[in-house]
């Protein structure tokens, strides 16, 4: 056998695995082999004694032509930004 021949069995014999796969019964999917997973317990209600998030204030948002944005506060009086 010369090496084209051997390289045309081996392209052949995938082939016929491909169209075995492909020919497998529908009602059968990799989904189904899956175990299922066990049902979490049921959640407990949050405590209604949580602390209030804290306050936070908006930032400036502006943007420099880098893609950078001011993280001073929103509306502040000073004429530069801080980026970041």
């Not at 169209?19 to 899956?34: D, L």
């Not at 948002?61 to 001011?70: D, K, P």
Request: glycine share 6%; with cysteine.
């Amino acid at each position: 056998m010369s090496k084209m021949d051997n390289l045309r069995a081996m392209r052949e014999a995938r082939y016929e695995a491909a169209r075995a796969r492909t020919e497998q019964p529908p009602g059968r999917s990799r989904s189904a082999s899956v175990p299922e997973r066990p049902k979490a317990a049921p959640r407990a209600e949050p405590a209604a004694s949580l602390p209030d998030p804290p306050v936070v204030e908006p930032l400036c948002g502006h943007r420099n032509m880098g893609g950078r944005t001011c993280t001073r506060e929103a509306g502040h009086a000073a004429k530069s930004h801080r980026y970041s």
